[in-house]
């Protein structure tokens, strides 16, 4: 420090006030309440909540992008373009096809598919291996591995309370 009286600086002695000064200093690092100050500055510097100018999850999202995320958290990704498939029927196998057959249900790559007579069934029977190819080309390889093709609902004959099981019908009292 300089000597008021512009003479030589006199050593500097830690003592007193200066002395108090460093050890305040050394101390205010560590106490507990200048450590919750800095955590709660640390805190709103990584707080979530505020917000900024950027986009972020708190910030309307499109629909489309959520029906995405919701569609692959359940795993629906299969079960929807299978049933795409089964609106767009006539499209992918042909009108003609379309026409006389639908198909009924889905499940572990095989495909039930009901026609609306027996002439029909059997056509598509033969025709299989190229709807099978058209349907995995459209779905993913793979996916659908059997096309089970069921005639049309036929009346049943087992009628009444006194029936003769494995008769034939109506047809057994013709004499």
């Known amino acids: 420090?300089?000597?008021?009286?512009?003479?030589?600086?006199?050593?500097?002695?830690?003592?007193?006030?200066?002395?108090?000064?460093?050890?305040?200093?050394?101390?205010?690092?560590?106490?507990?309440?200048?450590?919750?100050?800095?955590?709660?500055?640390?805190?709103?510097?990584r707080d979530a909540t505020v917000s900024g100018a950027h986009p972020d999850d708190r910030d309307p999202q499109p629909v489309g992008a959520q029906l995405d995320r919701l569609v692959a958290e359940q795993g629906w990704e299969l079960e929807l373009r299978v049933r795409g498939v089964f609106a767009r029927w006539p499209e992918l196998v042909g009108a003609d096809i379309g026409a006389h057959c639908t198909p009924e249900s889905f499940a572990d790559g095989r495909l039930?598919?009901?026609?609306?007579?027996?002439?029909?069934?059997?056509?598509?029977?033969?025709?299989?291996?190229?709807?099978?190819?058209?349907?995995?080309?459209?779905l993913g390889d793979g996916t659908v591995t059997l096309i089970e093709v069921l005639g049309p609902h036929l009346p049943t004959w087992g009628k009444g309370r006194r029936r003769t099981r494995d008769s034939r019908g109506p047809r057994d009292t013709y004499g």
Do not use: C, F, Y
Request: aromatic fraction near 2%; hydrophobic fraction near 35%; charge should be positive.
């Open 1 to 45: 420090m300089p000597d008021p009286t512009g003479g030589e600086e006199a050593p500097r002695q830690d003592d007193g006030l200066d002395l108090a000064r460093q050890l305040t200093r050394a101390t205010a690092k560590s106490t507990p309440a200048a450590r919750k100050r800095r955590a709660r500055r640390d805190d709103r510097r």
């Open 112 to 138: 039930v598919v009901r026609t609306d007579s027996t002439a029909w069934a059997t056509q598509l029977k033969l025709l299989a291996p190229a709807v099978l190819r058209r349907l995995n080309e459209d």
